[in-house]
């Protein structure tokens, strides 16, 4: 079945430090992939998605790429501040999953001043 | 204000009682989900909506309970709650079927937690 995996958290950073946070996902069709934000106290938001392969999802200075060779969906940020503290979910909707999301178990992120 | 609302956001039971936790839209979205979140497991989809009157299971239903009677509410029951069903419950609602057309839209979440 479809499935997500995600690094484990907690990422902890130094503010202005480039972030990475890995997505690889499992799917036997052609699934859209999707990183949601949630900040603390709140529900979850879209940061940015991908529909197709090789297509670029950038939102608020964070940017992922579709990569079908690698089923990967990695995020990525050039310098991270205070207020980018969060946690972070990659999740992916395809065919098999009735285009339902799959999420990821979420990764944690804390950025120090 | 539009938006997804969720009540209550906090609420605390013993194993046994029936507790209902609601979710109001005021977009007029389609489409309705209730998601469970637990740690390291990320979300889980465990009742959605296609419409009034039109519910379906997702991922975890059992113990859970849905109606949808209106467009723009979507109750979730727990009619007997298990400590297992301690966790934090998300509302979502998105205006088109395919995830990858439309945005999917949270409340706040209500924290449950049964003793």
């Known amino acids: 079945g479809n499935s997500v995996t995600q690094m484990e958290g907690p990422v902890t950073l130094s503010e202005e430090a480039f972030l990475t946070i890995n997505c690889t996902y499992t799917a036997t069709g052609y699934p859209s992939l999707f990183w949601y934000v949630q900040y603390p106290g709140e529900g979850l938001q879209l940061l940015l998605k991908?529909?197709?392969a090789d297509d670029k999802g950038s939102n608020k200075g964070f940017e992922a790429t579709y990569r079908k060779e690698t089923t990967s969906f990695h995020l990525e940020k050039g310098s991270v501040q205070v207020s980018d503290s969060a946690v972070y979910f990659c999740a992916l909707s395809d065919t098999d999953s009735n285009y339902q999301l799959i999420w990821g178990a979420g990764t944690k992120l804390i950025i120090k001043p | 204000d539009a938006g997804i609302t969720q009540s209550p956001r906090y609420k605390i039971t013993e194993t046994g009682r029936q507790v209902t936790l609601m979710c109001h839209q005021t977009?007029?979205?389609?489409?309705m989900f209730w998601y469970r979140q637990d740690l390291g497991h990320g979300l889980r989809l465990i009742y959605y909506s296609a419409a009034a009157d039109i519910t379906d299971k997702g991922e975890v239903p059992d113990g859970y309970v849905v109606s949808r009677s209106k467009t723009e509410n979507f109750p979730l029951t727990l009619e007997s709650a298990t400590r297992s069903q301690t966790s934090v419950y998300f509302c979502a609602s998105r205006e088109t079927f395919l995830p990858g057309t439309g945005e999917l839209f949270f409340g706040e979440g209500s924290r449950l937690t049964v003793l």
């Open positions: 977009w007029s979205h389609s489409y």
């Open positions: 991908a529909t197709k």
